[in-house]
């Protein structure tokens, strides 16, 4: 059974860090590569970043440079270390497997609010 369990949002002024975790079951993380979405409030979710198995990475342009994406793969853990925080990424960021779709399984998300 797939289970996704994802924490460490918050409350951040702007320019301040967070770190995400999440907690994936087995079958999904030994099998895929890792993603990061997070999804504004009235748009679309989108891809933050994302792992491979073997710890190749990829971000989004927005993101880049300023959040960090690993995984503990003893752990069956993904973090996103999140630094130089903006309004924009204000959102409820979702850990999954790399490629996700709509009908997959997905956790219950981690809400991030950067505010003065």
């Not at 996704?4 to 301040?16: H, K, W």
């Not at 087995?26 to 989108?46: C, D, L, N, T, V």
């Not at 130089?84 to 991030?112: F, I, M």
């Amino acid at each position: 059974q797939v289970q996704l369990v994802e924490s460490g949002g918050g409350l951040v002024q702007p320019g301040g860090s967070l770190r995400l975790s999440c907690a994936a079951s087995g079958s999904i993380f030994s099998s895929f590569a890792m993603a990061w979405y997070r999804q504004a409030p009235g748009k679309q979710r989108e891809l933050v970043a994302s792992i491979t198995r073997g710890g190749s990475t990829n971000y989004a342009d927005s993101v880049k440079g300023r959040f960090t994406i690993s995984r503990d793969n003893a752990k069956n853990t993904v973090y996103l270390q999140m630094n130089s925080l903006k309004p924009e990424d204000t959102a409820v960021y979702y850990c999954n497997k790399a490629r996700a779709q709509p009908y997959d399984v997905w956790g219950q998300g981690t809400r991030v609010t950067v505010s003065s």
